[in-house]
């Protein structure tokens, strides 16, 4: 971000303040039409782009300059356009009325500046992709098959993208920023000031810091809990990173697995309820489905990913004969007792949540409970000018994701006002042959592209679009479609070449982007089959017994156990090759079973997978007890 002078710092944060304001003032009384809602949310978030992010990284320590207060000052109008007129535009019949001239005018400069912005304040690539489909509108009808659509004029153009409510940069995915997001947003900037995240890393030190392997458990816990409400998986690296990895390589952690560790545990929380990075609340709008089915859908998987992290960590830490933290270098019990106050908004969050309340009132009684509890301890009281910083914070925090979400709703009213979603569903269709693994493996590849280069909500958007229909015609339903899409978007963060949490994790670890990379992925290897196991168990979603939802637990935990040894060459003691792809065999046997529920849910196999869990437990037991 651009380095402001004291006046325009003064100035951009009074303008952010206002628009915290807004988001919480309708939440609270009630949301407004939706062109106004989401007017108001693009009118001051566009221009916030220009002012905060410069237009070439080397300008960052420049002056905003007058060029960037134009562009804010043009980006002001079409939103306020779409605001004022909003009764004439909701009379008016879509693609049937005349589209004015000024229209035409103000359509076309609000396309341009929102790719501008994108390109600074999201990523250069997602302005690239929502450019690459506009240059689709015009070559469509000279291409063959499916990939065909007929000529659509300037007008239609601009309609599609300016003027509905149902797609476009206004449509209904930049309707959740301006509602759920917005609040979500709000709330993390209040956790985040009152210090939770230096808790959660606190909380984690003491559960797990003295174990073997206790920092790099430490940042798996920490950036978990502290992702499940930041939403940014890039933040959640810097706000745990600059404790854990330092503390993991002082304790003889290789650099890039430091680094590595960090990345894939602070990418995971963006698949941790309650938030996920912003998915649940688009999944809801996209689907119909309540926001708190798809959040005890998600949850079991997630603590899955999470506990095939903490088991990989903990097996190379045995291998490289690894110590914990000392006592010393942690927070006492007694103040970790006297802090576990700050998890009051949390539990009241997720409490009201399940008692079956709108995602608004729990979050204003979260944020509501945070502003109480923060008056507790002096360094984290509200006071004016902390109020003000915090809903300066939050602001500045939906800028990203107001952009990206109004990106991806230009991609999605291109394909489907074109038919090129349904065209790609054929061509997926035909060529994996109507079986439904190998559309999974291409679906796949579509949404791990798609997330190498996007923020996970607009990649998952883009990919559920082009790919979602494909699965449904095959019989998928139609939560685990979803779930399985927008995993794969979440963990192309950790999926070379681009994986921009990695890369931000290097730069902290003094280690090789790439290389820690490539770590990260491998830790993270575990989430890319728990998706598949979505599609054919709907237990792993809780969808059905208890037996049933704990046979598939037990199960991908062995499995998890199994892969994490392979992969770390540690399972009781050092494995050499042979004994790692054994191990490795064994694991995806195991995880085939769980996507088998006619066989995993028959009796033998239960006893069986209960029999190798006591094994296991046995034989550490036993190797404990020689050791000692």
């Not at 302005?127 to 659509?152: D, M, T």
């Not at 309540?290 to 998987?301: D, E, F, K, P, R």
């Amino acid at each position: 971000m651009k380095h402001l002078n004291s006046w325009q710092d003064k100035a951009i944060g009074s303008w952010l303040v206002i628009i915290s304001i807004f988001q919480l003032y309708t939440a609270t009384v009630g949301i407004f039409q939706p062109r106004i809602q989401r007017g108001i949310h693009l009118l001051f978030l566009l221009p916030a782009a220009f002012i905060l992010f410069p237009s070439l990284k080397k300008n960052t320590h420049k002056g905003v300059g007058i060029v960037n207060w134009i562009l804010a000052a043009v980006s002001i109008f079409p939103p306020l356009y779409i605001v004022y007129f909003h009764d004439r535009l909701t009379e008016r019949l879509e693609f049937v009325d005349e589209v004015l001239p000024i229209e035409m005018l103000l359509g076309g400069v609000m396309i341009l500046l929102l790719l501008e912005a994108v390109r600074r304040a999201v990523v250069p690539a997602m302005a690239i992709l929502i450019a690459v489909f506009f240059v689709y509108l015009y070559a469509a009808p000279y291409l063959p098959g499916v990939f065909y659509a007929k000529p659509i004029s300037l007008a239609e153009i601009i309609e599609m993208q300016f003027l509905i409510t149902d797609a476009g940069i206004f449509g209904s995915i930049t309707g959740v920023s301006a509602t759920f997001v917005a609040l979500f947003v709000i709330f993390g900037a209040f956790m985040e000031v009152t210090r939770t995240g230096q808790f959660f890393t606190d909380l984690a030190c003491r559960v797990a810091g003295k174990s073997h392997g206790g920092p790099a458990k430490i940042a798996v816990i920490s950036s978990g809990l502290f992702g499940s409400i930041s939403g940014v998986a890039a933040a959640n690296v810097y706000a745990t990173g600059v404790f854990t990895i330092p503390l993991m390589k002082k304790l003889g952690y290789r650099r890039r697995f430091a680094g590595a560790v960090e990345a894939a545990a602070s990418t995971g929380g963006m698949l941790m309820p309650p938030v996920m990075g912003a998915g649940a609340f688009v999944m809801a709008e996209i689907t119909g489905i309540s926001y708190i089915s798809i959040v005890i859908a998600a949850m079991l998987g997630s603590i899955l990913l999470y506990a095939s992290m903490v088991i990989r960590v903990h097996y190379t830490a045995l291998r490289e004969h690894l110590s914990g933290v000392s006592s010393s270098d942690m927070v006492s019990f007694k103040q970790i007792a006297r802090d576990s106050y700050l998890l009051i908004p949390m539990i009241l969050l997720v409490v009201l949540l399940l008692k079956g309340y709108s995602p608004f009132l729990a979050a204003n009684a979260a944020i509501l409970v945070t502003f109480v509890i923060s008056f507790a301890k002096k360094q984290t009281r509200m006071t004016p000018a902390r109020i003000w910083y915090t809903l300066r914070l939050a602001g500045q925090n939906m800028v990203m994701i107001a952009l990206a979400c109004a990106g991806a709703g230009m991609v999605v009213a291109i394909v489907t006002h074109t038919g090129l979603a349904l065209g790609i569903a054929t061509v997926i269709t035909n060529w994996s042959g109507g079986q439904m693994l190998p559309a999974l493996f291409l679906i796949m590849i579509t949404s791990l592209v798609m997330g190498m280069g996007l923020p996970c909500t607009p990649a998952y958007i883009i990919a559920i679009t082009i790919g979602g229909p494909a699965l449904l015609a095959m019989g998928a339903d139609m939560l685990s479609a979803h779930l399985f899409v927008y995993y794969f978007a979440v963990l192309a963060g950790v999926t070379p070449p681009v994986c921009v949490p990695a890369f931000c994790a290097a730069s902290i670890a003094n280690s090789k982007p790439l290389q820690t990379g490539f770590e990260a992925f491998k830790l993270a290897m575990a989430g890319f089959v728990i998706p598949y196991i979505f599609i054919y168990n709907p237990a792993l979603l809780m969808q059905g017994s208890l037996l049933e939802i704990a046979s598939v637990t037990l199960g991908l935990l062995l499995a998890i156990t199994f892969f994490a040894g392979a992969m770390s060459g540690y399972f009781f003691s050092p494995l050499n090759r042979k004994q790692q792809a054994a191990l490795l065999a064994l694991a995806v046997c195991t995880g085939i079973l769980c996507a088998i529920p006619a066989l995993l849910n028959s009796f033998p196999v239960r006893l069986l997978l209960v029999g190798i869990f006591s094994g296991m437990g046995f034989c550490r037991f036993f190797k404990k007890g020689t050791a000692a």
